[in-house]
């Protein structure tokens, strides 16, 4: 076994900590590849500059959660609409008697 202990300047923020393990958990188990990481930062330091890319990166991170899990909100959502209108009890219906026709009196 092999402990390493990373020390980092600044707390990382959540979406690195959480988000980004989660996301690429499937694909590549949990850690992105180096490349990726490169490239991703590259890619968010040319658009927005060197000093504002981690926190580009971030909001990034949020946004593909956002993508992600939003069809497993609306899909939990309306299964429990589906269970909460199983579990309701039949709407009783309250039937009218029938008025009866009057026929009219002919006099002949």
Do not use: C, M, T
Not at 40 to 55: L, M, N, Q, T, W
Not at 67 to 87: C, D, I, N, T
Not at 97 to 105: D, F, G, I, L, T
């Amino acid at each position: 076994w092999v402990l390493a202990l990373r020390v980092y300047d600044r707390p990382r923020p959540l979406a690195r900590r959480v988000i980004l393990p989660a996301v690429l958990w499937l694909p590549f188990g949990g850690a992105p590849p180096k490349a990726l990481a490169v490239a991703s930062y590259r890619f968010f330091a040319r658009a927005v500059g060197d000093e504002k890319a981690p926190a580009a990166v971030d909001a990034a991170l949020w946004a593909l959660a956002a993508l992600l899990f939003a069809p497993l909100g609306v899909a939990a959502f309306l299964a429990y609409k589906a269970f909460e209108k199983s579990r309701a009890p039949p709407k009783r219906v309250v039937s009218q008697p029938e008025k009866k026709s009057r026929k009219s009196k002919k006099k002949d």
